[in-house]
């Protein structure tokens, strides 16, 4: 599309496409092809991941490569360390897989902060919200909860 610029004298510019959430975007490729092995479901999840410049540390991969074999992760790190990243993996999994995930947190603020994060990646209707007082998209793929 073409989309005038303000203050380029009446000029019209090409728009970039607008992007959509990052990883509908390879959730929806998966389900196009059929779902796919794990070696190339944890492939397609690093890939999406460095196509956002993001490079995993050892153990982030090594955690995610876990979860996409089946495995149980515990994660004992610091704030700030990636553990947002692998837990992001699990529901990527899982909504490939057409499972159902949580993402729980101790407190509303960070449900509220972390469901806006979660739409903004996955699309806000494989996305819901589950507070004492708040229920939003319930029958959604992930839940972001309190705990």
Known sequence: PVVPVAGAE???VAAEPAEGPWLQQHLLAIREKGLPGTAELVE???DAVAARGVKPYAKQEEAIREVFSGNHVALSTPTGSGKSLVAVSMLFRAVAENKRAYYTCPIKALVSEKFFELCKSFGPELVGMATGDVSINSKAPIICCTA
Request: neutral net charge; proline residues 0%.
């Open 44 to 46: 397609t999840f690093l």
């Open 10 to 12: 009446g000029s019209a």
